[in-house]
């Protein structure tokens, strides 16, 4: 039987390790250090060479990433694990690099987590923080563009439509990437996206470079009083409920309710509040605590709103891995 939460480790080292671990990857990602292996091994001497970094520096980091498992070294050069090759590379099925630029913002704000926590929630929400900052909603969107490029095909399978199903609103749209994925699948569709002007900066030019600026609308403003176009066939609601109180979250759904053509269907995305929760959820409630001021809500929550609105069946699908979350399939 373990003495204390951290076994026998010496308590400091359940501290210090994660945190340089994810110092260490976040500035690999920074400085384009898995990018720059992506077409094969290089020495510390290349490395520095192309990232225009010390070579001590390079050096330094890349043995701990070798530590890690995240670099293989052979004699004097390195090269990405396969598993680092995979998702932060260009070359591998998902580049969450983005995720990488979003965490090293969201380090100084886990650095304050005690002061949201004594207050019980934010100072200023994620959203006022992109106002005065652009920057940092670019950032977040670009790491949601690397979530959906990973969710995207799961989505694409899990919720096939009919040819009568013409028209989609996606709310909490931001990069883009959902419409784009479900308009070029079925030629029969047309998008609008409503999000925060903080959320949409890149998703015109993404529209553009897919053909699409005619097919998919960006509407900007809020999803709690957005008068978006009535008779819809298909809503996305994705990783957007979490943002949003239980009011406020029954108030939408009664809204999208009431905008859905007979036979429309409502796909949510979230991460339920499942008892007990996992140590992802229960990590997940401490960031929305300092974000946003919200939390995850049950499944229960979720099919009392859409049952009060008038849906008549939903299906839960648990996606794997399970820290992709969950879909909720709501049928008018
Ligand atoms: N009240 C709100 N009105 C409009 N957009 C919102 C609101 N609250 C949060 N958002 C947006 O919700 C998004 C959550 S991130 C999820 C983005 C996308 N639906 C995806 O699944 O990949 C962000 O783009 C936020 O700007």
């Not at 701990?64 to 396969?82: C, H, K, P, Q, T």
């Not at 609103?169 to 990069?175: K, M, R, T």
Request: proline share 6%; hydrophobic share 40%; charged share 20%.
């Amino acid at each position: 039987m373990s003495s204390s939460a951290t076994g026998n480790n010496l308590p400091m080292i359940d501290v210090y390790l994660p945190m340089m671990k994810s110092a260490a990857i976040i500035s690999a990602g920074q400085l384009g250090l898995f990018e720059a292996l992506a077409d094969g091994p290089l020495s510390t001497d290349d490395l520095a060479g192309r990232l225009a970094v010390s070579v001590r520096g390079v050096a330094t980091l890349a043995d701990f990433l070798v530590s890690i498992d995240y670099l293989e070294r052979d004699g004097a050069s390195y090269s990405n694990s396969a598993s680092t090759q995979r998702w932060f590379t260009s070359r591998g099925a998902v580049d969450y690099t983005p995720g990488l630029l979003w965490t090293a913002e969201a380090w100084p704000m886990m650095g304050d987590l005690g002061s949201a926590l004594r207050r019980g929630g934010p100072q200023t929400t994620l959203w006022e923080a992109m106002q005065s900052r652009p920057q940092l909603g670019q950032t977040f969107a670009a790491y949601m563009a690397a979530f959906a490029c990973d969710l995207g095909p799961d989505l694409l399978r899990l919720v096939p439509l009919r040819p009568d199903q013409q028209r989609l609103l996606d709310l909490g749209g931001s990069h883009g990437l959902h419409s784009i994925r479900f308009c070029e699948h079925y030629p029969q569709l047309r998008a609008q996206i409503v999000d925060f002007p903080s959320a949409l900066a890149d998703t015109p030019a993404r529209l553009a470079a897919h053909g699409l600026s005619e097919r998919i609308a960006l509407t900007p403003g809020s999803v709690l009083d957005h008068q978006w176009a009535p008779a819809q066939d298909v809503v996305f609601y994705l990783s957007v409920a979490h943002n949003q109180t239980a009011d406020d979250n029954r108030r939408v759904i009664r809204r999208i309710r009431d905008s859905l053509n007979p036979g429309g269907l409502l796909v949510i995305h979230e991460y339920l509040d499942d008892q007990p929760p996992s140590p992802y959820l229960a990590a997940f409630k401490l960031t929305l605590m300092y974000e946003t001021g919200t939390s995850i809500h049950r499944e229960a929550d979720y099919r009392a709103w859409l049952a009060e609105a008038g849906f008549s069946e939903v299906k839960r699908i648990d996606l794997d891995p399970l820290e992709k979350g969950a879909l909720l399939l709501a049928s008018v």
